[in-house]
């Protein structure tokens, strides 16, 4: 039998520090995309230049990362997929775990240790509490609202961070950087605001509020790697490679990027020994991505998840996929961002082309699919604005909509086939609440886009509302190939 991966039995070197350097550094959700990224910049951060920058690691709920974190001595796997063939890193960069739900005063406490400089946290669009319309915190939704009736015992992460923020200023624990390493516009504006509007609607000791705006910063950040879920085939070809077993190895494309505001408050490691770029145009940054990266992928998995297609490379193997994907990217996207300084789109997207025809990662249509509702308000409404501000209908993205409608709600008597069934949808039963009774396609569509899950300025646009509406009703009758002919040839015309 295969032995498992821990100090004792790894011979190897890892991409870290064996020594092993106290903590200086918090990660709020320990999932694969923060231990195939962040994890990786610090861990060559440590070995380049050293410095106490270990990581807690901090799960929201669940023991199964944690647990195994601690029974391999902090240890795993990282396994990068490319045409190119197959390597395999380990890390050790963590120092500690800990279970936010469980262990919540230790959590607290642990951010308040003056010897943490840094929280780094990949909570997901969900995690920030936003009310969807409004882009504030969410005050009167069930979580936020529990959290400020029982503040000492914070459920969510801006309430935990509030929290350990009211306890760093009594203990007087110094500067703190919290960083957001979440898929958001202006991410670190996006955190702050939500942290801030929560410390606002609780209570605070006095001369708190002035402490905080002097002494805690929120950069902005563009993060960037496709980092798809671990199988079994991970697993397997973990354990063939390292010839150990590794109960969390990440599989992770070669690509990875990080755009960095240089605002911290406590110092920091060196990450750009790793690759980062400091920058102060991140937010130009986080929109290429956001947009070129990111609505492709939410257009490309719900077009090949309506076409039965199980991966992304297999969907945007498709043809019409691949056409409505070019379109989207060079008449919608492209004219709305502002492009960083000396950024070349063309080899960017040509990067993208590559990166979504990567086979060998696999990356599943369903799990790219999931989240549409958090994810497409970050995503549709500021480009399609833009467009319809000018006298135009933005097909694709009108397209995009209807394709996670058709998905995740579709009207009745529509089967959208298992690859949507598998996409998870935080919104299912509100959206399922919105539409019950409509008598029609259009109705059904009427219901979603203007019943609270997209702003108001882009509910208000019928122009908009109707082809999504004459979208859905096409995928619904003749299919996703025929939807997306109408949206190529709609622009053509």
Not at 397 to 405: C, H, S, T
């Amino acid at each position: 039998m295969t032995q498992p991966l821990s100090k004792a039995n790894f011979t190897g070197s890892v991409l870290g520090v064996s020594a092993p350097p106290k903590p200086g550094m918090l990660h709020l959700g320990i999932g694969n995309f923060h231990r195939a990224h962040a994890a990786v910049y610090t861990a060559k951060a440590m070995a380049a230049q050293g410095g106490d920058w270990g990581i807690v690691a901090v799960a929201n709920r669940s023991r199964r990362v944690v647990g195994a974190l601690d029974a391999q001595d902090h240890l795993y796997s990282i396994l990068e997929l490319s045409s190119a063939g197959e390597r395999v890193d380990v890390m050790d960069v963590h120092r500690k775990t800990l279970v936010a739900a469980e262990q919540t005063d230790q959590l607290i406490a642990q951010i308040a240790d003056p010897a943490i400089k840094i929280v780094t946290m990949t909570i997901s669009e969900n995690g920030y509490c936003r009310h969807p319309v409004t882009g504030d915190l969410d005050v009167d939704g069930d979580q936020i609202s529990a959290d400020l009736a029982d503040p000492a015992n914070p459920r969510t992460s801006i309430g935990q961070l509030g929290a350990a923020l009211i306890g760093r200023y009594s203990d007087e624990a110094g500067p703190l950087t919290i960083l957001s390493c979440d898929n958001l516009v202006s991410a670190g504006h996006t955190a702050h605001k939500m942290v801030s509007q929560y410390l606002q609607a609780t209570a605070t000791p006095s001369g708190f509020h002035d402490w905080f705006t002097a002494q805690v910063t929120f950069p902005n950040a563009m993060v960037d790697r496709i980092v798809p879920g671990t199988t079994d085939a991970t697993r397997a070809k973990v354990e063939q490679l390292l010839g150990l077993t590794d109960a969390i190895p990440v599989p992770a494309e070669r690509f990875s990027m990080w755009v960095i505001e240089d605002k911290f408050a406590a110092g920091r490691p060196a990450w750009e020994e790793g690759g980062a770029i400091f920058s102060d145009e991140v937010e130009a940054y986080e929109l290429v991505k956001l947009r070129l990266l990111n609505g492709s992928h939410s257009l490309i998995s719900y077009l090949g998840g309506l076409d039965g297609q199980p991966t992304i490379p297999s969907s945007f193997g498709q043809d019409f996929v691949r056409e409505c994907v070019t379109e989207l990217l060079n008449t919608e996207y492209l004219p709305s961002i502002g492009l960083p300084s000396g950024f070349d789109p063309q080899a960017y997207i040509a990067q993208l082309f590559d990166r979504w025809s990567n086979h060998a990662l696999g990356d599943a249509t369903a799990r790219v699919g999931s989240d549409g509702s958090l994810k497409l308000l970050q995503r549709v409404p500021d480009p399609a604005l833009r467009m319809l501000d000018l006298g135009e209908v933005p097909q694709q993205l009108a397209l995009m909509v209807a394709g996670w409608i058709a998905c995740v709600c579709p009207p009745d008597g529509f089967d959208p086939g298992p690859i949507a069934a598998e996409m998870i949808e935080p919104a299912k039963d509100r959206l399922a609440a919105a539409t019950a009774g409509a008598g029609s396609t259009r109705a059904h569509v009427e219901a979603i886009v203007r019943g609270g899950f997209f702003p108001e300025a882009l509910a208000q646009r019928d122009e908009f509302t109707e082809r999504v509406a004459d979208f859905v009703q096409i995928i619904t009758t003749s299919g996703v190939r025929d939807a997306a002919k109408a949206a190529l040839d709609a622009r053509r015309a």
